[in-house]
């Protein structure tokens, strides 16, 4: 694990804040979100389906749709503010400098189009200086990098004739083809069963380790975190409830929602007959959101206070901080021996 | 396991579901899906099925209630032989959850239509107050609000989908369900709410599961016994805990790590060799299915396949090493 200052800053997003117009009035997805990831770092954005973990990344490379505003915050990759960027100064970043993958990989891979012709597309969509030739060559190189066992036939094949774990190396392959600085992990892979998903991540975890590039992981399970993340942002309600090194939050979880986060991890070894973990209550309602803390209807020790204003964010070690009123108030959190 | 002692509410042996798969390139050639698979259900029990998509264990809970023909082998249900008979009278008494509830519910029907459907093959005497009762209590077993029988399924979210599709699988009076990766497709606060709601009908109705599911420690939280499968076939058939703690075949064991860590120390201590990822195994010619995979393989496992014996009493193992690693 790297030291906690870590490398220099790649990504810089501050005080992130998005929401969608709709019917219901606005929906307030995301809250002024701040985090940043370093170079060569794995970085995991942690919450529940529906807590803003998605939004927060769309709304960075411009993949949200006209509903959509982005109220106020920055972005900065490299010290150049992406949400400020025209359309085509965009363009040449997606792709190019930040790459993504996504939940379902079948959804985004072009059903009519072999592997191979999309995989040139894209090497040739961003360096038209390079021949078709160099391109396949390129691209079947990358399959193998990615663990695709004969490259050849596979790019002659169509998205219909892959299977779900092939689909998603697949993606990886063609986020890869131009060697990104950052790569955006959306959900990679929920979709997939547990020793595809093992798989999928041992790859991730060893074209980072040899690429030296950045990540950005959104996943709700944390599982994976600990397999693959340097560093952990915890979204609830769209906003960030915690902060820290993977090793902070894992042992030293200060909010309340980290600490039910942690326990839905699934384990083979707990007692059968305990009754299974679940954080009680639906997820936050971003339309009517409640003033106060985003947790607090579903927190086992809220307080008065936590209903009138939002917890100020507490610094508990460095590069650690959360926002809970508990810790303002130092008070002891009645749950936290077993994480610690 | 005295839910084991009479006889078996369900009983297979040797099923069979084969596939013809035919390729412009390869010609044709012969899937088995599901390669004679023998096993038992005891009342009020659930039995779990794990393996990885494509190990046919969705294929083996179809062929169980005939929504798809199997190829051979024969099914027996409460002592009765159903592998050829008609299947409506047994429609009541038999049925399923899928995994995707949105997939699953029609689009443009509302959810009280869904479930009323169920409603009326079972009772299709029933008095308008009494049906609409029905129906709201249906909804009550599955723990939603009445007023959703007025609401379409997009209006719901994906837990509260699955309650209805466990509703409508119920509005029959079922005594046995195939659930079929009915957590797989859910966010993990829902994951547990669902098992819990299942485990709790199990109670309360004294119902009978076939619950099949990828994930392991998902399976090992519903269920009595747990049966592996590995592309087509059961390697490893044992009490719950025997499966999770003391696991014979190294599938099974290879399953188990599969599991991400549940914290970073362990994920460290992890980080060992694996066998290559690239392994496109398919099925062997002959010998042990999982033979190219295996990390204990012995030129043996290349030519004979081994039969699901007994290494302990009640844990049961298809490995040519047996009990012996």
Known sequence: MREDGGSEILLDVMGLDVSFQTRRGDVRAVNGISYCVRRGEAHGLVGESGGGKSVGVHAIMGLLGTSSRVNAGSALFEGRDILRLKKGELASLRGREISMIFQNPSSYLDPVFTIGSQMIETIRAHDRSISKGAARSLSEDMLWEVGIRDPERRMRQYPFELSGGMSQRVMIAIALLCKPKLLIADEPTTALDVTTQAQIIRLLKNLQSRSGMAMLYITHNFGIVAELCDRVSVICGGYIVEQGSTDDIFYGAAHPYTQALLKLIPRIDSPKNEPAPSIGGPPVDSVSLPKGCVFRKRCPFRMDICSRDFPPRINLAPYHSANCWLLELGKELPGDGQNG | ?325
């Open chain 2, 1 to 325: 396991m005295d839910k084991m002692g009479d006889t078996p509410l369900l009983k297979i042996e040797k099923l069979k579901k084969y596939y013809e798969i035919r390729n412009k390139a390869r010609g044709k050639s012969i899937l088995r899906a599901v390669d004679g698979v023998s096993l038992n259900i005891g009342r009020r029990e659930t039995l779990g099925l794990v393996g990885e998509s494509g190990c046919g264990k969705t294929t083996l809970g179809r062929a169980i209630l005939r929504l798809t023909e199997p190829d051979g082998g024969s099914i027996t249900y409460d002592g009765r032989d159903i592998t050829h008979i008609n299947m409506f009278p047994y429609r009541s008494r038999m049925q399923i959850v899928f995994q995707d509830p949105s997939d699953c519910l029609d689009p443009r029907c509302r959810i009280g239509d869904i479930i009323a459907e169920g409603v009326d093959a079972k009772a299709p005497k029933l008095s308008k107050s009494e049906r609409r009762d029905m129906i709201y209590g249906l909804l009550e077993t599955v723990s939603l609000a009445p007023d959703c029988a007025h609401r379409y399924p997009h209006e719901l979210s994906g837990g509260q989908q699955q309650r209805v599709g466990i509703a409508r699988a119920l509005a029959v009076a079922p005594e046995f369900i195939v659930c079929d990766e009915p957590v797989s497709a859910l966010d993990v606060s829902y994951q547990a709410q669902i098992i819990e709601l299942l485990q709790d009908l199990q109670e309360r109705l004294g119902l009978t599961y076939l619950f099949i599911s990828h994930d392991l420690s998902v399976v090992r939280r519903m269920s009595d016994r747990i049966g592996v499968m590995y592309l087509g076939k059961l390697v490893e058939l044992a009490k719950a805990e025997d499966v999770v703690f003391h696991p014979a075949h190294p599938y099974t064991r290879a399953l188990i790590e599969a599991i991400p860590a549940p914290d970073p120390k362990t994920a460290r201590e992890r980080s060992r060799t694996h066998a290559d990822d690239r392994a496109d195994p398919g099925i062997p010619d002959k010998g042990c299915r999982y033979c190219r995979l295996c990390e204990c393989a012995v030129p043996v496992c290349h030519i004979d396949e081994p039969e699901l014996t007994s290494v302990s009493p009640g844990h049961f193992c298809a490995c040519n090493l047996g009990h012996k690693q």
